[in-house]
């Protein structure tokens, strides 16, 4: 089973994408007993080394992350700690944590060298941080402040204390994740419909923006639960639903069982697959109305019957939630069909459909559905520059990007965001004068840094995208503060404009100069073909080795004239000339128009030849972005190609 998202491909989605996963914690159970009832009191020995994945509670060995020190402080995985003593977990606002033992709480921040020991504050030299999706934290001020004591001999470390404190009435068990909610036994979700027993040997260790995802892992992170939805367009058959299960394995597991279970009136596909890394997984299917559940166990072992502890669980799996039963914990991440989406990275807090989703390999945060996209960027703020300015610029760029056929309804307004006055730049635009696109750049300055945030959706005659950004706009939220501290000096994409390097082949003799502002995707220049994206379109150079200007020619015209994707795209050459290149070499130019492709464009052709070496340079720019500026921005640069040898 992958501990990552699921790849999505719906039709008519506007992008495919991986939801990213970033770590959160479950809450665990804070101590509760009464006063007039005996205590038991157990001794814990906890023994680890720094730099050493092995950890041993009471001579029961486990692996975690390895402790490491930093400024001279031990840091160690919290769950080994939390896990070892019986402690309370609770976590707000993803960096805040909150530890209770007996009479003891210690109150720590994620990021922030600052601790609070029963409200007394302390100064650490090392501040918690999560590392590979785990919170590793300062080692002594915990096991101080739960009455331990500390042994180290070199890198080793032995820590002995006491569990915490329970009542002869309790059951001994005080290591599941529910926090401070007594009586809670099942965990389900509210706007998912589903519940099942709490994994009470376990973690929550991950779960994703809109909750469609959810696992909970031991201390020792050699088992786990998980649970998947995914809301389709269509019945599934029962291989297919094995087929959605299956499309969960790594790359080196295999499936070793397969078959239809029936757990009370429900029916399951069940699978049981074995990993060659030494993992068994059960994954359980189902498929109500038109959404899909997936309950799923793992465990690393040397045989399947391991798995067998996961199965009161796994039968206990419900699509269905009921409110009024006091003894469900809901975990659900979606308010009133929005669910509030965070990126610690940059301080950012965001209120989104709960059918939007983030974009997992943008650098900077973004998220998606299939009608929209928001994206939020940070960079400097050059001296004595403003929002106002920076906005004032943009729409000059964007109306020398665009024929005016294609741009419509631009305006300039204000909006008063969480962090401030906005100036705000709205417009709509098409590719192809039938579906237009609405959007919104939001631009605000603090301090040192600027940000920009774009919002666009497909118009469909209603006021849907509309209201949409409205809300987006009143709920966003940057820690301007974080952001101070953490974001130095931060150029952004307009320094480029006017910056060209030279790029040159040693082994086909020439150069070119590029803006610097052009994205590489094939840049060897010493390989046979070259390929940059540009903001309207592509740029591309090709050498062909005893290859003549009129055999090439030839051959695209016949390309052009025959292949089924050229008549899909309406392919026709407007045009054929002979002009020059850079320093007055003869090229025969061809111009073909696509009118009909996904996106309308048109493809300029320059072909040249020496010494038995056709040279190809080519540019294709969208029809909405065929403007004087943008052909003279390229022309530019192909008047810049030079033979070098």
Not at 271 to 297: F, H
Not at 535 to 561: K, Q
Request: hydrophobic share 35%; with cysteine.
């Amino acid at each position: 089973m992958k501990s990552r998202e699921r790849k999505i491909n719906l039709k008519n989605k506007l992008l495919a994408l991986l939801i990213t996963a970033c770590m959160i914690f479950a809450l665990m159970p804070a101590v509760a007993g009464a006063s007039d009832m005996p205590v038991e009191v157990k001794s814990v020995e906890i023994k680890l080394a720094i730099g050493s994945p092995t950890l041993t509670v009471n001579g029961t060995t486990s692996t975690i992350q390895k402790p490491y020190k930093q400024n001279g402080t031990t840091m160690v995985p919290l769950s080994v700690i939390t896990k070892a003593f019986g402690a309370g977990l609770k976590l707000e606002n993803n960096k805040i944590i909150t530890l209770s033992y007996n009479k003891t709480t210690v109150v720590l921040t994620i990021g922030s060298k600052s601790v609070k020991v029963n409200g007394s504050p302390i100064t650490l030299t090392a501040e918690p941080k999560i590392v590979n999706n785990v919170t590793m934290v300062p080692l002594r001020v915990i096991v101080s402040a739960f009455g331990a004591t500390l042994a180290l001999n070199g890198n080793a470390i032995t820590i002995k204390g006491f569990k915490v404190a329970t009542t002869a009435a309790s059951t001994g068990n005080n290591t599941g994740g529910i926090n401070s909610d007594a009586g809670k036994t099942q965990v389900g979700d509210s706007y998912y419909n589903w519940s099942m027993k709490y994994p009470s040997d376990l973690v929550m260790t991950y779960q994703n923006d809109n909750g469609t995802i959810t696992e909970w892992s031991s201390v020792a992170e050699d088992s786990k639960i998980a649970i998947f939805i995914e809301d389709v367009d269509q019945a599934y058959s029962h291989e297919e639903l094995r087929d959605y299960a299956a499309d969960y394995f790594a790359s080196d597991e295999f499936a070793v069982e397969k078959k239809t279970v029936t757990i009370g009136n429900l029916s399951f596909e069940k699978i049981i697959s074995k990993s060659r890394s030494g993992w068994y997984y059960e994954y359980r299917v189902i498929q109500v109305d038109n959404r899909i559940y997936m309950a799923a166990s793992g465990v690393k072992s040397e045989n399947k019957d391991k798995l067998n502890g996961f199965q009161d669980i796994l039968n206990s799996f419900k699509p269905s939630f009921a409110k009024s039963d006091i003894s469900l914990k809901d975990i659900t991440k979606v308010q009133n069909g929005n669910l509030t989406v965070t990126d610690k990275d940059y301080g950012l807090s965001v209120k989104l459909p709960v059918d939007w989703v983030r974009v997992k390999d943008a650098s900077f945060p973004m998220f998606a559905n299939k009608n929209g996209l928001m994206s939020v960027q940070i960079s400097s703020l050059k001296e004595n520059d403003t929002a106002a300015d920076w906005m004032h610029r943009m729409r000059q760029k964007l109306e020398n990007s665009f024929l005016p056929d294609y741009l419509r309804n631009v305006s300039e307004s204000s909006m008063t965001l969480a962090d401030g006055q906005a100036q705000v730049l709205g417009f709509e635009y098409s590719y192809d004068k039938k579906v237009w696109y609405k959007e919104y750049d939001v631009f605000f300055a603090v301090a040192k840094h600027k940000y920009e945030l774009d919002y666009l959706y497909v118009q469909d005659g209603t006021a849907k995208g509309e209201s949409l950004f409205t809300s987006i706009a009143s709920s966003i939220d940057i820690d301007t503060n974080f952001v101070e501290s953490n974001f130095s000096d931060l150029d952004d994409a307009e320094h480029l404009a006017d910056l060209t390097v030279t790029k040159t082949s040693k082994k086909y003799g020439y150069s070119i100069g590029l803006p610097e502002s052009w994205h590489g995707v094939d840049k060897d220049f010493e390989e046979d073909s070259v390929f940059y994206t540009i903001p309207f379109g592509s740029v591309g150079i090709d050498t062909f080795e005893e290859t003549s200007t009129s055999d090439y020619i030839n051959m695209l015209r016949n390309f052009i004239n025959s292949d089924d994707n050229m008549k899909k795209a309406g392919a026709v050459i407007k045009e054929t000339t002979t002009t020059t290149v850079g320093s007055g070499i003869s090229a025969t130019k061809i111009v073909v128009d696509f009118p009909t492709d996904t996106v309308p464009s048109t493809t300029i052709f320059y072909i040249f030849e020496k010494n038995g070496t056709t040279y190809l340079i080519n540019y294709t720019v969208n029809q909405s972005n065929n403007t004087d500026s943008n052909r003279a921005a390229v022309e530019k640069v192909i008047g810049s190609f030079t033979f070098t040898s």
